[in-house]
């Protein structure tokens, strides 16, 4: 990896814009000496039509990044911005507003509503908010989910993977510009993760969106086309075009720093 140049802020790409950024983003919980930094002073820029990785120990702050990035958690210093709006300051509604219109979600537990179908799954966030779904969208995205022929069926009639899928399809519905993935493999088998990173891979490569998912496993992260690395609520590394080899070498090698300079040293796993 080349030395980046000084002014350089992580995940930036030099040939895309930006659909998210934040600067001195910083965010502890508690207060006192059971205060705890979960984001300390974060400068990074996620770069528009790609597909960006957060990795890192557990409790390094991934989750807490991709919340304060998506809006779902207010900061305690620092400025974000979803493409040219900064969120940060903004009230809750329009924040809502904001959330509906231009981001996507998936987590780990995929969040299904079980006694609605599939259908009604994939477009009950823009129902609520009483909005038309684009027929011709959703109905691509379906076809792509391979989910046509399980509309009508309710979240336990399916495996974890076409739940997923379906989160992956409600993500989608509305078309959002971003689309934050928290751990979304994190409850599949092999088949079925690697399944839904093609997707997500897909919904970057062929529907031109921007996809943020975080990840603690190296497998998962080299499908991404940058992977960001977090230790104590700092972005220390970015690797772009990754392997899983490559990612998991550069897991063990910060750890084996780290325990040298006499810091506490990072465990990888729970
Ligand atoms: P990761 O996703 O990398 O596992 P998190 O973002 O969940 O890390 O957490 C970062 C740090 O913030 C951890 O030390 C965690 O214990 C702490 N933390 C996260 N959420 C809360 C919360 N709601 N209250 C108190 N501490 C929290």
């Not at 980046?4 to 995940?11: E, Q, S």
Request: net charge negative; hydrophobic share 40%.
């Amino acid at each position: 990896m080349s030395t980046p140049a000084p002014d350089h802020v992580p995940g930036r790409a030099p040939d895309t814009g930006v659909a998210a950024r934040a600067r001195a983003l910083t965010k502890a919980y508690g207060s006192g000496e059971t205060a705890v930094l979960a984001l300390d002073s974060v400068d990074v820029d996620i770069a528009r039509g790609r597909f960006t990785a957060v990795m890192g120990p557990s409790g390094s702050g991934k989750s807490t990044l991709m919340h304060c990035l998506a809006g779902l958690d207010s900061v305690s210093a620092g400025q974000v911005w979803v493409g040219g709006t900064e969120i940060t300051g903004l009230r809750e509604r329009e924040l809502t507003r904001l959330r509906r219109d231009r981001i996507g979600f998936m987590f780990q537990s995929f969040n299904l509503v079980p006694t609605l179908t599939a259908a009604e799954n994939i477009t009950l966030p823009m129902d609520i908010a009483g909005r038309r779904p684009d027929a011709k969208w959703l109905d691509e995205v379906i076809d792509r989910l391979g989910l046509r022929g399980r509309l009508s069926h309710r979240p336990a009639q399916l495996s974890g993977g076409q739940q997923q899928r379906v989160a992956c399809a409600r993500a989608l519905a509305s078309r959002p510009e971003l689309i934050f993935a928290d751990e979304p493999t994190g409850n599949l088998d092999s088949r079925a993760g690697l399944e839904v990173l093609g997707f997500l891979r897909d919904a970057v490569a062929e529907l031109g969106r921007t996809v943020v998912m975080v990840t603690h496993d190296p497998g998962a992260a080299a499908h991404a086309d940058l992977v960001l690395f977090l230790a104590d609520g700092r972005i220390v590394d970015e690797m772009e075009r990754p392997t899983a080899d490559a990612v998991l070498e550069r897991m063990k090698r910060f750890d084996v720093v780290r325990g040298r300079l006499g810091d506490d040293v990072t465990v990888l796993e729970d």
